[in-house]
């Protein structure tokens, strides 16, 4: 039974993935809510029948009591069997009814549908560009994926489990008055106008309230995980009490921005006594006055009662359905500025996948500043041969880190283009254009997996002995073998701990120079490839580093002589343009900024900071 309606959606069923999601709140619930259509329906149709039971309970219950004037042996002579049945339905229907309910609430609402948008967002955000990724705290990325499903959820439920069934008891309540006397209307009319005010106060408020709360949360979740993904400088720099300090400030946000939250809830609750206690005195005392006047039985006075009673528990869980339910809505609200944001690094409507042919490259014209008047590059133009191996040197700043971005399309270029044998790269699809470029990076960061998830990262399909073969190339399997984590796994199932700091540079860097072995791209990119390698296993792997080359077109960002004097050409940048051009030789003799760089060279490394 349980399977049943736990399975009747698919939290990953097909939709049609759009680069624009919807931006207003309703329109991206009803977006995610396409699947939970009829499910939505049936929960709505058994919330009203539910209420429906409980107000028919209640008027019945004020029937037994007018029945019972009469002498038992009577009463069960003449309504013995209507009793009967009532019991017989209140035991067996009436469970059975409650727990359709609560199985479309619980067992198929509430799992399938944060999971659905839990699983949509998370695809979405993927999608996301470099770009957009650096100008957020993952930690807070993280946050809103996790915490707005959850909260849509609650929004939904509360739809179902309070708002439509109060609505329908409500209605069942006032039609129940109306007819025992339409007189009792008049004070629940008056207590339900004052009751509809504070609802509305309450809500007005509550959304921004629950909103700048749940932003002061992500905002520290932000801080907190940025301290703990850094915590190596931070130790390093003995800053401590300084992380401390720029939490507290986000925690104290939170905690006043809770308080402002709470302070709504309270004043609700003093009014919504009072009111209650109107509702009470008002109704119950005009069905004893109609009772003493002989209009009313004792029946319609103890209905009267019950229902008053009733409604006196019931609104407190209804106001504070409606506030979770507003709430929730502000954290939806939230998450959304993540969640909803369109991706605008795109693939091309008529992009096809890269046809690699030999593996030219040509810039054209070749400008990105990110948006500012300076930095990047502006204008390049060259061209890199087939399997030619080109270093790429300049100071800090020069646009190096930003020409592989533009290559990886990263970002896309504010002018000019790049064309891979003859295919400008911005109308090809993306991943295909990734799956031909190998690239090791200087910051040689690994998933928190095992040692083979991160080198067959590079070649999903790859066998065990291609995986090991890459290793042993890189000079990685020996320490590999060796590797035990705190679990007791050993070897390549050994877990490398968050962005691999259980490794040591050296050890990552070489994990990550297997895994683009593997990948075995036509085009290879090297920043800083072996800036983490002692002199020793730099010098054991350079010959890997040239067979990783051969037949390839290679663009090298190295500080190393070793790498770069070895270059087919070399290219300096300085101030986002090409500057230099050639062999290393023809540049020593051309006596220009790169001859510059040798002569201050130092330990095997070029001096590319701006001169004093």
């Known amino acids: 039974m349980f399977k049943h309606f736990e399975s009747l959606v698919d939290p990953y ?36 029948i539910v209420a429906a039971i409980e107000v028919g309970l209640i008027y019945y219950m004020g029937r037994i009591v007018d029945l019972m004037g009469t002498s038992p042996a009577a009463f069960w002579a003449d309504y013995g069997t209507e009793v009967i049945i009532v019991g017989l339905l209140v035991l067996i229907v009436r469970p059975v009814l409650q727990m359709l309910d609560v199985l479309l609430l619980n067992n198929t609402i509430l799992p399938n549908f944060g999971t659905l948008i839990r699983w949509r967002s998370h695809k ?111 130790k390093m720099f003995a800053h401590h009490d300084r992380e401390v300090e720029y939490a507290k400030e986000a925690i104290e946000l939170t905690r006043t921005t809770f308080i402002a939250e709470m302070r709504l809830y309270t004043i609700m609750d003093v009014v919504l006594v009072t009111l209650n206690g109107l509702l009470i005195v008002s109704v119950v005392g005009w069905a ?3 009772w003493t006047q002989g209009a009313a039985s004792v029946g319609v006075v103890a209905a009267a009662t019950a229902l008053t009673l009733r409604l006196n528990a019931m609104t407190g869980w209804i106001m504070w359905a409606l506030t979770t339910f507003f709430r929730q809505l502000g954290v939806v609200a939230e998450g959304m500025e993540t969640i909803a944001q369109p991706i605008t690094l795109v693939d091309a409507p008529d992009a ?18 990110y948006g500012r008047d300076s930095g990047g590059l502006d204008a390049i133009t060259t061209t890199i041969k087939p399997g030619e191996k080109v270093g790429l040197i300049g100071r800090s700043g020069a646009g190096k880190s930003t020409l592989v971005k533009l ?75 060796d590797l035990v984590d705190p679990q007791g796994r050993q070897g390549y199932d050994a877990q490398v701990g968050e962005r691999g700091v259980k490794l040591s540079g050296g050890q990552r860097q070489r994990v990550t120079l297997a895994r683009v ?7 290879l990119v090297l920043d800083e490839a072996t800036s983490a390698l002692d002199s020793e296993v730099e010098a054991a792997i350079q010959d890997t580093l040239y067979r990783m080359m051969e037949g390839k077109t290679v663009i090298a960002i190295a500080h190393r002589l070793s790498t770069i004097a070895e270059m087919d050409r070399i290219l300096v940048l300085d101030d986002g343009k090409v500057v230099e051009d050639g062999t290393h030789d023809a540049l020593l003799a051309s006596g220009g900024l790169y001859s510059e760089f040798w002569a201050r060279q130092s330990g095997g490394f070029l001096k590319t900071e701006a001169a004093e």
Request: charged share 20%.
């Open 13 to 48: 069923t097909p939709y049609p993935e759009t680069d624009v999601p919807p931006t207003k709140l309703w329109p991206f619930l009803l977006d995610y809510s396409r699947p939970f259509k009829r499910v939505f329906v049936a929960a709505a149709v058994m919330s009203i």
């Open 288 to 290: 004893i006055a109609l």
């Open 517 to 523: 072995i593997l990948k075995n791209a036509p085009i």
């Open 124 to 234: 979405h955000v993927l999608r996301q560009s470099v770009g957009w990724f650096e100008n957020d705290f993952a930690g807070r990325i993280a946050n809103r994926i996790m915490q707005t499903p959850p909260a849509a959820g609650e929004v939904v439920f509360q739809v179902f489990d309070a708002i439509s069934f109060a609505l329908a008891y409500l209605i069942g309540a006032a039609v129940l008055l109306s007819v025992a006397d339409p007189r009792l209307m008049i004070p629940m009319t008056i207590w339900f106008v004052l009751y509809a005010c504070l609802v509305g106060w309450t809500v007005k408020r509550v959304g921004p309230a629950s909103q700048a709360a749940s932003d002061a949360r992500s905002t520290t979740t932000g801080r907190v995980v940025d301290a703990y993904t850094n915590i190596h400088s931070v």
């Open 407 to 481: 290559l990886l399309r990263f970002y896309d270029p504010e002018g000019g283009r790049i064309e891979i044998d003859g295919q400008d790269i911005t109308q090809v699809t993306q991943d295909s254009l990734r799956l031909n470029i190998g690239m090791v990076q200087q910051d040689s960061s690994l998933l928190h997996r095992s040692v083979r998830d991160n080198i067959l990262y590079g070649r999903p399909d790859a066998t065990e002995d291609q995986m090991i073969e890459a290793a042993k190339q890189a000079q990685a399997h020996d320490f590999i073998l």
């Open 352 to 369: 096809k996948p890269l046809m690699m042919k030999d593996g030219a490259l040509a810039l054209h014209d070749l400008s990105h500043h």
